[in-house]
């Protein structure tokens, strides 16, 4: 129960790290949320202030994720963690994203950190839905769109794959998904009313 309780503590507080917002008060002086869209994620970051901005945030955020719940991976592997540790790390570095307790719980989306924790904890299950998203977005020209059907197989496609702790597996995707679907709620009402924008 200690690694569990250690490892959602920490990565939460690394989660909430929002390399979009800190850039844009720093070298632009604005807050990114009151810009574009109003997300505090790579998108917004790309429209606002342009490709290599939106690349950093977008690393920052895979990586971020991918590291944290890599370190967890280890002290499963080597140490007495349980392997649900691991789950709940990916889960809470997601989760302080997109309600980040250094900017008053307002983050973004969490579709990168979920794409980091899921290539640190299933390499194949990312691979594929990475391809989903990317053909989605291509055909599309939303990442919004891409976002949410790569969210929704995400469970599935875990489960698929899974020959170990498979329904622990489900929960952690289908609760990761749903994390990214509730925070995408805005933008579902875009889309059905039309009005969501392009990816540039």
Do not use: W
């Not at 810009?35 to 920052?60: D, E, M, P």
């Not at 967890?72 to 307790?101: D, R, T, W």
């Not at 899921?118 to 391809?131: E, Y």
């Amino acid at each position: 129960m200690k690694y569990i309780i250690i490892f959602s503590v920490i990565s939460y507080l690394i989660g909430s790290i929002n390399p979009a917002l800190i850039i844009s008060k720093k070298l632009y002086g604005t807050d990114l949320r009151t810009q574009g869209s109003g997300n505090a994620g790579a998108t917004n970051a790309l429209r606002v202030h342009g490709k290599k901005v939106g690349s950093a945030v977008l690393a920052f955020d895979f990586f971020k994720a991918f590291s944290i719940v890599l370190i967890a991976k280890c002290f499963v592997s080597f140490g007495n963690a349980p392997y649900v540790s691991v789950l709940f790390s990916g889960f809470f570095v997601q989760l302080g994203h997109s309600f980040p307790v250094f900017f008053s719980f307002k983050g973004g989306k969490g579709v990168a950190c979920a794409a980091g924790a899921a290539t640190a904890l299933f390499p194949l299950t990312a691979l594929i839905l990475i391809a989903i998203f990317a053909v989605i977005v291509l055909i599309s020209k939303k990442v919004s769109i891409g976002s949410l059907i790569t969210a929704g197989v995400y469970p599935l496609i875990v489960s698929l794959f899974s020959s170990e702790n498979r329904y622990f597996n489900f929960i952690f995707a289908a609760s990761c998904a749903a994390l990214i679907i509730i925070r995408h709620l805005p933008n579902i009402v875009r889309i059905l009313d039309g009005n969501e924008k392009n990816i540039i």
